[in-house]
């Protein structure tokens, strides 16, 4: 079992950038696969970046390709996300997610731990 706190959430201007941290506790972190999701009021929790366990491959949402860099130290227990040139419609809370799963899922229905999640918000 694996227990997550994001971190690194706040405001900040349209263009400027935020590192969001996952601090992981708990055995075997280094087999799971690690998702960024986001949840904006009124809208459902969508899909931001995955990174394969052993940081080998990673996904991203169109929204956020180019833009975001998700990765992950083991030895640290923890996983990143670099969001740059971020806009507005980044506004929202942000969730890690862990997966056991053989593939790097996109759907947060397939993930099986969750941190509580950090907000952001992006003013214009």
């Known amino acids: 079992q694996v227990q997550l706190v994001e971190s690194g959430g706040g405001l900040v201007q349209a263009g400027g950038s935020l590192r969001l941290s996952c601090a992981a506790s708990g055995r075997n972190f280094g087999t799971y696969n690690m998702g960024w999701f986001r949840q904006a009021p009124g809208k459902e929790r969508e899909f931001v970046a995955a990174l394969r366990w052993s940081g080998s491959s990673t996904y991203y949402a169109d929204s956020v390709k180019e833009r975001f860099i998700i990765s992950r130290d083991n030895a640290k227990n923890t996983v990143y996300l670099q969001m740059n040139s971020l806009k507005p419609e980044d506004t929202a809370l942000y969730y890690c997610?862990?997966?056991?799963?053989?593939?790097?899922?996109?759907?947060?229905?397939?993930?099986?731990?969750w941190g509580p999640g950090t907000q952001v918000t992006v003013s214009s």
């Open positions: 997610a862990a997966d056991r799963s053989m593939a790097v899922q996109r759907s947060a229905l397939l993930y099986d731990y």
